[in-house]
């Protein structure tokens, strides 16, 4: 009986030996001042091959990578490591800080307004920032303005544009990837796009924005919104569309990359000049964006 017993946990503790073993430490890859490239040292045992899901959507098979995320806040890092037909994950928590906030400056004939930039939102942050240092949007035209809804820009064509032409279809060339995760509150920073039915992926324009005006919504305004439009608000939701005020409706179908944080009465001043059928200012009004270098 002795020698069964021992020969089953001879097979027992051989077989946990050629199991995958995963496990992992991370470190900062430059230092605590680039708090986002972090490396990952392997320290599995029994694996053939590895594979590492970062969180953002990003994987590696690399053994020991660095990765740069582009997700912050607690991001579940997982290493699978793989054996023949046996596999065992490692799955720990990483802190990620937000890094700092680009800030940009939104110069009207109405005032000045600061916006702060997603760092949600990397590639439409991007973009913004790119032509921003460009100098694209300078002289362009809040072309469109409806009262208690929004302005909108970003059109190149609105350069110089005749009195009375008809604005709106303009882009620099490409569209972005929709990166749909920010709520429309008052004073969001919001990518134009095509509509649905020739646009079914929601991609953003290449330069037309819109900056949220809207209004304020009761809790129960905002259910028959949420039960409309298939929407669901939790109590910070709830208490920003009530205090702020915003355009709910459009949340889920328009990429929001950034948020007026100085400034917000410019939009309502804005908002209130005469427009002519096509909802373009009677009077032009030319913007002049810049990069607020703190």
Known sequence: MNKILYLVVLVIVLFSCTKPQPSFVAGYAN?????TEISF????????????????GET????HPI???????????ILEARKGTESARDTQYIEIPEPPRQKVKIETPM??????LSNTTPAHRDNFIKLVNEGFYDGLLFHRVMDNFMIQGGDPD?????????????DPGYTLKNEIRELHYKGALAAARKPDGIN???????????????????????ANVGSQYGLTFNEYHKKKYAELGGTPFLDNLYTVFGQVIEGLEVIDEISKVQVDSANRPLEDLKMKISIVNE
């Open 31 to 35: 230092g605590p001042e680039n708090p």
């Open 41 to 56: 040292t392997n320290t599995s045992a029994n694996g053939d091959s590895y594979v590492w899901y970062f969180g953002d």
């Open 60 to 63: 590696s098979t690399v053994d």
């Open 67 to 77: 990765h740069t995320f582009k997700a912050f806040g607690q991001v579940m890092v």
């Open 111 to 116: 005032g000045t307004m600061i916006a702060e």
């Open 158 to 170: 609105s350069r110089n544009a005749a009195p009375g032409q008809q604005l709106g279809l303009g």
């Open 200 to 222: 079914p992926n929601k991609e953003s324009s290449g330069s037309q924005f819109y900056i949220v005006e809207g209004k304020p919504y009761s809790s129960i305004e905002l």
